[in-house]
C-alpha cells in the first residue's frame, strides 16, 4: 500500500475515532490526571483503542506510539525506522470545558521526519490532511476534499495574524510577538484550541505559529504533516527543520509554523536566535 492510500485509510479511521469520542462529549465524563498532572478521560482511552486497532489492522509491521501508550523504552524506539505517532484526543482541557476545539491526531513519521498526518474534528466532521510530498486537503463530514495552500502574506488591508494559544504563552514568546510586529506591521491574534493552530495557516487564514511553550510530540506531528503538505514548514528556533527523533524525553523544543516561501522568514529566524541565546 503506498503513502497516498494509507493516508486515506487513516482519515477514515480518524473518524471513526472521532465517532468514539463524541457520547463522552459534554456528559460531565470524569477526569483524571496522569503522572505529569495532565488530564485524561474515558474519551481519550476510547478513541486510542480504535485507533490502536485500526492501525494494526491497516498495518501491523508499524509501531504505535500513542498519548495514551507511551511507555515505550527508547532503546525500542531507537530501532524504528516508520512508526505512529498518535494523539487520540488533543486538546482534552478543550474537550472537558465543553468547546469543539479538539481533535484526534494521526502521524506517520519515517526517519524522525512526518510522512503525513491527519487531523480531524468529530464535533463538525471536517478532516485536514497531507504531507510533504503528498499536498494538503480539508474535508467536511458530507464534501469533498479541497486542497488548501498557505499565503505567504496577508491579503491587500489585512493584518497580518498570529495564532496564539489562549493557554499558553511566556515572556519569550511575548518579546517574540513584540519583535515580529516591528517587521511585519500591527499583528491580530487568533486563538484556537488543539492543533488546529497549524491548520489555520495551512488554509491561509493566518500567517504563523510561534510556540514558545510546552508541547509533546503527539502535539504537533499530524498537524505538522498538514502544513509541509500545503506549503507551509516547521523549524526550530535555530531554524532548522523539525524533527522527531527517538530521544527519552517526548517533549518538544520550541518551535516556529511558516509559510516556506514567506518573505518575512528571515526575521523572524532572526529574532527567535536572539531570544534563543
Known amino acids: 500500500m503506498n503513502d497516498r492510500q494509507l493516508?486515506?485509510?487513516?482519515?477514515?479511521?480518524?473518524?471513526l475515532a472521532g465517532e468514539a469520542i463524541l457520547p463522552f462529549w459534554r456528559a460531565d465524563v470524569a477526569v483524571t490526571s496522569k503522572a505529569d498532572d495532565s488530564p485524561v478521560t474515558a474519551a481519550d482511552l476510547a478513541a486510542h483503542r480504535v485507533i490502536a486497532d485500526g492501525l494494526q489492522a491497516l498495518a501491523p509491521q508499524?509501531?504505535?506510539?500513542?498519548?495514551?501508550?507511551?511507555?515505550?523504552?527508547?532503546?525500542?524506539?531507537?530501532?524504528?525506522q516508520r512508526w505512529?505517532?498518535?494523539?487520540?484526543?488533543?486538546?482534552?482541557?478543550?474537550?472537558?470545558?465543553?468547546?469543539?476545539e479538539f481533535t484526534v491526531n494521526i502521524a506517520l513519521i519515517e526517519n524522525g521526519e512526518v510522512v503525513f498526518g491527519v487531523v480531524a474534528m468529530p464535533t463538525n466532521g471536517r478532516c485536514y490532511f497531507g504531507g510533504r510530498d503528498l499536498g494538503?486537503?480539508?474535508?467536511?463530514?458530507?464534501?469533498?476534499?479541497?486542497?488548501?495552500?498557505?499565503?505567504?502574506?496577508?491579503?491587500?488591508?489585512?493584518?497580518?495574524?498570529?495564532?496564539?494559544?489562549?493557554?499558553?504563552?511566556?515572556?519569550?514568546?511575548?518579546a517574540l510577538l513584540a519583535g515580529l510586529s516591528g517587521a511585519v506591521g500591527e499583528l491580530e491574534l487568533a486563538n484556537i484550541g488543539s492543533s488546529l493552530k497549524f491548520c489555520l495557516l495551512a488554509e491561509g487564514s493566518a500567517d504563523c505559529y510561534p510556540r514558545l511553550a510546552p508541547t509533546s510530540q503527539w502535539d504537533?506531528?499530524?498537524?505538522?504533516?498538514?502544513?509541509?503538505?500545503?506549503?507551509?514548514?516547521?523549524?526550530?528556533?535555530?531554524?532548522?527543520?523539525f524533527r522527531y527523533p527517538a530521544r527519552e524525553s517526548l517533549l518538544n523544543p520550541f518551535f516556529l509554523a511558516l509559510p516556506k516561501a514567506a518573505g518575512w522568514r528571515q526575521a523572524l529566524v532572526e529574532l527567535?536566535?536572539?531570544?534563543?541565546?
Not at 166 to 174: G, N, W
Open 84 to 100: 505512529w505517532l498518535v494523539d487520540p484526543l488533543d486538546g482534552t482541557k478543550e474537550f472537558i470545558a465543553g468547546s469543539e
Open 272 to 277: 527567535a536566535g536572539a531570544i534563543r541565546v
Open 220 to 241: 504537533t506531528a499530524a498537524a505538522q504533516g498538514v502544513l509541509e503538505g500545503a506549503g507551509g514548514e516547521v523549524i526550530g528556533l535555530d531554524g532548522l527543520p
Open 7 to 15: 493516508m486515506q485509510d487513516v482519515v477514515a479511521l480518524a473518524r
Open 62 to 80: 508499524i509501531p504505535v506510539l500513542s498519548e495514551e501508550d507511551c511507555e515505550i523504552p527508547l532503546a525500542t524506539r531507537q530501532g524504528w
Open 136 to 174: 494538503a486537503w480539508r474535508m467536511e463530514r458530507e464534501g469533498v476534499a479541497q486542497p488548501i495552500q498557505v499565503r505567504n502574506a496577508p491579503a491587500q488591508g489585512a493584518k497580518f495574524t498570529v495564532v496564539a494559544s489562549r493557554r499558553h504563552s511566556s515572556p519569550q514568546q511575548e
